[in-house]
C-alpha cells in the first residue's frame, strides 16, 4: 500500500470513529473506573506483603494506570467491523479497490487508534494523573523505547484481529471466537495481572507468545524494570511477531477469501 493510500484508509478509519464519540466521553470514566477498582484491590494486597511481586506499590499503581491508559490505545474493533462487512456482502466493495483488504483494515485501526489516541488516551491519562500517584518514566530513553513497543502493540492487535475477523469467512458466527480472544488478550497482555505472578511453566510460555508484548513489555519499559539487553531482545521478538502475524493474516485471508460468494445486485 503507497503512503497516500494509508493515511486515506486511516482517514476513513478516524472519521468512522466520529460517529461514536459519545461512547468515548463515557469510556473515560470506565476507564477511571477500572483503575479505581484495581487501585483498592492492590492497596489491600500490599497492606499484607509490601513487597509483593517484586514491585512497590507506587509501582505497581503505575503499572495498573499505564496499562489501562495504553490500552485505551491500541484497542480496536476492526474484527467486528469486518466480520459485519463480510456478513452484509460489504466485503466486495473492499476487495474491489486497488490495495490488499489486509492493508486497508490494518489502516482503519490506525485510524482508530489516532482517534483513540485524542479522545479517550490523552484524556484518561490527565484524570488519572490527577486522581492517582502515577510515576514518571525511568528516564527519556526509556520512554522513547515505550512509545517504539507501544506502536508495535498498535499493529499487533490489529494483525490478531485481522486474522479473528478473517474467519468470520468460515463461520456463522465469530461472536465466541471474539469473547475468548478479548479474554485472553486481557490476561496474556498482563492488563489484569502482571505476567510476572504467572506460574513458572505458563510464564515461560508466555514469553514467547506475542500477547505479552501488547501491553507488559511497554509497561515494564516505562518503569525500568528491563534492562536494555532485555528491552532489546522484547524488541527483536515483538517485532518478528509483527512480520509473522501480518504474513500469516495475508495468506490466511487468501485462503479463505477463495469461498467467498456475494448474491445481489
Same mark, same amino acid.
Not at 477498582?37 to 499484607?48: E, H, L, P
Not at 530513553?141 to 506502536?151: E, P, T, V, Y
Given at each position: 500500500?503507497?503512503?497516500? +493510500?494509508? #493515511?486515506?484508509?486511516?482517514?476513513?478509519?478516524?472519521?468512522?470513529?466520529?460517529?461514536?464519540?459519545?461512547?468515548?466521553?463515557?469510556?473515560?470514566?470506565?476507564?477511571?473506573?477500572?483503575?479505581?477498582?484495581?487501585?483498592?484491590?492492590?492497596?489491600?494486597?500490599?497492606?499484607?506483603?509490601? +513487597?509483593?511481586?517484586?514491585?512497590?506499590?507506587?509501582?505497581?499503581?503505575?503499572?495498573?494506570?499505564?496499562?489501562?491508559?495504553?490500552? *485505551?490505545?491500541?484497542?480496536?474493533?476492526?474484527?467486528?467491523?469486518?466480520?459485519?462487512?463480510?456478513?452484509?456482502?460489504?466485503? *466486495?466493495?473492499?476487495?474491489?479497490?486497488? #490495495? *490488499?483488504?489486509?492493508?486497508?483494515?490494518?489502516?482503519?485501526?490506525?485510524?482508530?487508534?489516532?482517534?483513540?489516541?485524542?479522545?479517550?488516551?490523552?484524556?484518561?491519562? $490527565?484524570?488519572?494523573?490527577?486522581?492517582?500517584?502515577?510515576?514518571?518514566? @525511568?528516564? @527519556? +530513553?526509556?520512554?522513547?523505547?515505550?512509545?517504539?513497543?507501544?506502536?508495535?502493540?498498535?499493529?499487533?492487535?490489529? +494483525?490478531?484481529?485481522?486474522?479473528?475477523?478473517?474467519?468470520?469467512?468460515?463461520?456463522?458466527?465469530?461472536?465466541?471466537?471474539?469473547?475468548?480472544?478479548?479474554?485472553?488478550?486481557?490476561?496474556?497482555?498482563?492488563?489484569? #495481572?502482571?505476567?510476572?505472578?504467572?506460574?513458572?511453566?505458563?510464564?515461560?510460555?508466555?514469553?514467547?507468545?506475542?500477547?505479552?508484548?501488547?501491553?507488559?513489555?511497554?509497561?515494564?519499559?516505562?518503569?525500568?524494570?528491563?534492562?536494555?539487553?532485555?528491552?532489546?531482545?522484547?524488541?527483536?521478538?515483538?517485532?518478528?511477531?509483527?512480520?509473522?502475524? $501480518?504474513?500469516?493474516?495475508?495468506?490466511?485471508?487468501?485462503?479463505? *477469501?477463495?469461498?467467498?460468494?456475494?448474491?445481489?445486485?
Amino acid at each position: 500500500m503507497s503512503p497516500a +493510500a494509508l #493515511v486515506e484508509f486511516s482517514r476513513i478509519g478516524f472519521l468512522n470513529m466520529l460517529a461514536f464519540r459519545l461512547r468515548y466521553y463515557t469510556g473515560v470514566f470506565t476507564y477511571f473506573i477500572n483503575v479505581t477498582v484495581y487501585y483498592f484491590i492492590w492497596k489491600a494486597v500490599y497492606t499484607a506483603d509490601p +513487597a509483593y511481586a517484586g514491585l512497590s506499590f507506587p509501582q505497581m499503581v503505575t503499572y495498573v494506570a499505564v496499562g489501562w491508559i495504553i490500552r *485505551s490505545l491500541y484497542f480496536n474493533n476492526i474484527d467486528t467491523q469486518m466480520a459485519a462487512d463480510i456478513l452484509e456482502g460489504k466485503i *466486495s466493495m473492499v476487495m474491489l479497490k486497488p #490495495v *490488499s483488504v489486509q492493508s486497508s483494515y490494518i489502516a482503519r485501526a490506525l485510524g482508530e487508534s489516532a482517534f483513540r489516541l485524542v479522545m479517550l488516551t490523552a484524556p484518561n491519562a $490527565l484524570v488519572i494523573g490527577l486522581v492517582f500517584p502515577v510515576q514518571p518514566p @525511568a528516564s @527519556a +530513553a526509556h520512554f522513547g523505547a515505550f512509545l517504539i513497543s507501544l506502536a508495535g502493540s498498535v499493529l499487533l492487535v490489529g +494483525a490478531l484481529n485481522f486474522i479473528v475477523g478473517s474467519c468470520a469467512v468460515s463461520l456463522k458466527s465469530i461472536l465466541g471466537l471474539l469473547r475468548a480472544k478479548f479474554w485472553m488478550q486481557e490476561l496474556l497482555s498482563g492488563l489484569l #495481572v502482571p505476567v510476572t505472578l504467572f506460574p513458572s511453566p505458563a510464564r515461560e510460555i508466555s514469553a514467547w507468545l506475542p500477547f505479552e508484548h501488547i501491553g507488559f513489555t511497554p509497561m515494564m519499559i516505562y518503569l525500568g524494570r528491563l534492562s536494555w539487553p532485555e528491552i532489546g531482545r522484547a524488541f527483536l521478538l515483538e517485532w518478528a511477531w509483527i512480520a509473522f502475524l $501480518l504474513a500469516f493474516g495475508a495468506w490466511f485471508w487468501r485462503l479463505l *477469501s477463495r469461498r467467498i460468494t456475494i448474491h445481489g445486485g
